[in-house]
């Protein structure tokens, strides 16, 4: 059987679903592909379910924080079954809800997997069908990338497994020092398992402000996890009461899960992208001009598969934009720069522009205001916690080009500092806004106090 369409989406996730409706919002004859579960891995086993996990971690602080504050109550105990259970039941509504926008907007599901049989013809695996579509949209997504094939890597599990292990471990290894690491590294110690986490770098979350990577550090220290770095796990053995992993510096660790989170790869591997003439950059991800236009004219990538930013609001962007300009008639460039982004870590941690290095490498001059405290809300129990605030400021024009928060509610925090940081506010425009108080978010615009002031050589000066 072969059926035409105007696009073809592979990929239910994050960009293909919004592209798909958006498109067929403008007039478009939309087929979508899914192979797992509609709504892609941030709605199924990514953000969502993450931050689900995160919020029930988070309650250990909340009982010692309400004994501060005069409650007493029994002994809190946690059953991870129940949590697994409503989460479970959680994504499964919103996966519907996904399917049911989809089809409101008369987008055509199709449940299976999709490969490119040549650069007009979609052929969907299992029933072998075939369908022409004038436009094709890759949205596949990433897939957690688990390094070099070690001895007993069967026994090593990814985020994907971690959302669905039947009991919580007592004891667990994560490897990696990004932020999925980290995040599930503070899930897990919060709900009471005895963390270590290895990474091969010397410190956690690469990329990020150094301030915030030994800040955030010495957090999850202070909680009790065990952060070994310079060190790579080397091999995974069953032993008697769980996993022994070997670490490259001789140590081993006996534990009961053994979890990598050691980066995520584009999802390209068997879709038919060499049929249809459709190039790869250099990193192995889809290579796409700025409206996502791969080396094929009338096919598209968007998302965790172009490798820009892989974050959700990104990829849904980048579907919307090419809907609009493919079938709207509205040419879309996203602006990839200043994106705020958060850590659900614990504390959370919330950054938007410059770290203060790449501040220092592209700027004259760098106004650094920073600040560090114990929120009010851990003063009670005496709670051995510390927020940490970082604004970066361009010397010349007093543009504030980076903010680093680790503490509560960073994550909110960032998303309305975002705003004014893509209005290009200046550190006056911060000083002129009113403090709300009391409350962590005011330190952000009473910082008076510079911590230093970077100033770039010329280079005749730096010569001599
Ligand atoms: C543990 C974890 C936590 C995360 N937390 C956050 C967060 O807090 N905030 C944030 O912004 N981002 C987060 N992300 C990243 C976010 O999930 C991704 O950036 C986002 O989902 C990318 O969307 P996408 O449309 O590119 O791909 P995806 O959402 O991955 O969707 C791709 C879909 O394509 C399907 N597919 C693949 N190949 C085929 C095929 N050949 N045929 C049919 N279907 C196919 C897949 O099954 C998948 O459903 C997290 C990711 C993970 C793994």
């Excluded at 700025?290 to 849904?316: C, F, K, Q």
């Excluded at 709207?328 to 919330?350: L, N, Q």
């Excluded at 709300?436 to 001599?464: I, N």
Aim: with cysteine; hydrophobic share 40%.
């Amino acid at each position: 059987m072969s059926r035409d369409v105007d696009l073809f989406v592979i990929g239910a996730g994050s960009g293909g679903v919004r592209a798909a409706r958006i498109a067929s919002n403008y007039g478009a004859k939309v087929m979508i592909a899914e192979e797992y579960r509609v709504g892609g891995t941030c709605v199924i086993r990514g953000c969502v379910p993450k931050k689900l996990l995160v919020y029930a971690s988070r309650f250990a602080d909340e009982f010692e924080d309400a004994a501060g504050f005069g409650w007493t109550m029994p002994h809190p105990t946690f059953d991870w079954a129940t949590l697994i259970a409503n989460k479970d039941r959680e994504i499964a509504r919103l996966e519907a809800a996904y399917a049911a926008n989809l089809e409101r907007a008369k987008v055509e599901i199709v449940r299976a997997r999709a490969v490119i049989a040549d650069p007009n013809t979609i052929k969907l695996v299992a029933s072998g069908d075939t369908v022409r579509a004038k436009h094709i949209l890759i949205a596949t997504g990433g897939t957690p990338s688990m390094g070099k094939d070690i001895d007993g890597h069967d026994h090593v599990i990814s985020s994907n497994e971690a959302f669905h292990l039947t009991e919580l471990p007592k004891r667990i290894l994560i490897q990696g020092g990004g932020y999925i690491a980290v995040e599930f590294a503070g899930i897990f110690n919060g709900l009471g398992s005895d963390v270590t986490l290895v990474y091969r770098g010397d410190n956690i979350l690469r990329g990020f402000d150094e301030d915030v990577r030994n800040h955030l550090r010495t957090e999850l220290e202070k909680r009790g996890i065990k952060i070994v770095t310079k060190a790579i796990v080397e091999g995974v053995e069953k032993v008697d009461h769980g996993l022994c992993a070997m670490l490259s510096d001789h140590e081993n660790v006996v534990v009961d899960k053994v979890m990598f989170a050691t980066g995520r790869r584009p999802h390209v591997a068997g879709l038919g992208l060499e049929a249809a003439g459709v190039k790869l950059n250099e990193k192995g991800a889809i290579a796409v001009d700025e409206y996502s236009r791969t080396s094929v004219p009338h096919i598209y990538a968007v998302g965790d598969v172009t490798d820009r930013i892989a974050l959700t609001p990104v990829a849904i962007r980048e579907g919307h934009a090419f809907a609009d300009t493919v079938f709207g008639g509205k040419p879309t460039r996203v602006d990839h720069r200043d994106v705020p982004t958060a850590v659900f870590s614990e504390p959370e941690v919330g950054v938007i522009g410059l770290t203060e290095a790449e501040a220092c490498e592209t700027l004259d001059k760098v106004d650094v205001y920073k600040t560090s405290f114990r929120p009010m809300k851990a003063t009670l129990s005496g709670r051995d916690t510390r927020t940490f605030m970082k604004l970066l400021v361009d010397g010349d024009s007093n543009r504030v080009v980076g903010c680093h928060i680790v503490g509560p509610d960073a994550g909110e925090m960032i998303q309305l500092i975002g705003i004014a940081v893509k209005m290009r506010a200046t550190k006056a425009d911060f000083d002129a806004t009113m403090a709300v108080h009391p409350t962590a978010a005011e330190e952000l615009v009473t910082m008076r106090e510079k911590a230093v002031s970077h100033v770039r050589r010329p280079a005749a000066a730096a010569a001599e």
